[in-house]
């Protein structure tokens, strides 16, 4: 069986699927119940524009909590986003706030080269600092992940505040090669990335498709150069440590992961290769088969959270 070893939640397939088949950005999605987890939504405004975030909160969150931001693909609400996912379990088993803010028109500003003027990085940066003044939460533990574009989105806001995150998780994205260009963060980012090398909307390697998105303005780094850049920042040598992960799942995929050894100390950079996998978040529902494959034989939220664990600020 495809899901075996843990229970799935099918009420979140109907959610996820109703929300990803919709683009409209008033579609009204419930998040999932999680026991013992608060979840609502706040209005914040912030350059003239009112933005919806979304939060599952521990029921009873210790006096200094950790923080996940967890930033969506394009056109995808927070409560979508969250379903999908499952980060309420970082809620509910780990005591952390997750926080899911929503872009302006469900689209983030992620390139320095978008012709979009919203400032993204500045909504996010004030957020930060308006959750960490209203809420119990560690300023030195603050994490953010993304997926897709929320994971571009999550590379520029490293490059230009890495002072507000301890660690960053990137999946189904690598790096715009515009970004790159103008990156230089103050401070190093632990960095870890989760890549299929059979995502056709971000490729993992050179190839005809990465080529005509370079020639149209929108280019990305391959996935293995994206997290040589980021080992570069953290001042990783250039050596890393391969290791095939155990296939228990017959779903057609199998991982591995390179990790950058001999960081300095609260550095670090990881990249998963999950061979044959598409266009998703590992260990989520494989709800829309025409991204791919979605591999369960790792869960990107339990490989994150271990990663995570490792820094703060």
Known sequence: MLFAGRPRRMAGLLLALAGLL??????AVSFLPWENVRA????????????????????????????LIVLHYNLGPSATMANLTEVGEFARDKGAFVILPEAHD??????????????????????????V???????????MTGYSQGGNMTVRFACEHPEKIAAGAVIAATMRKSLKRVCAPSLPTPMMFFNGTADDQVPYSVGLISL????TGVGALPAQDAAKYWSEVNQCPGTTTRSNLPTPVADGTSVYVDRYTDCPAGRGTEIYTIVEGGHNWPGSLDFVPRTGLTTQNIRANDEMWNFFLRFSR
Do not use: C, M
């Not at 469900?106 to 959750?131: E, F, Q, R």
């Not at 003044?133 to 994490?143: C, E, G, N, T």
């Open 106 to 131: 469900l689209t983030w500003s992620h390139a320095p080269n978008d012709t979009d003027p919203t400032d993204d990085v500045g909504y996010l940066n004030a957020l930060i600092d308006n959750l």
């Open 22 to 27: 919709s683009t409209a950005p008033a579609l």
């Open 133 to 143: 003044a209203r809420y119990p939460i560690d300023p030195k533990r603050i994490y």
């Open 212 to 215: 005509q998105r370079d020639l």
């Open 40 to 67: 609502y939504y706040e209005a914040f405004e912030f350059g003239g524009i009112t933005r919806t975030v979304g939060f599952l909160v521990p029921a009873n969150p210790a006096p200094k909590s950790p923080a």
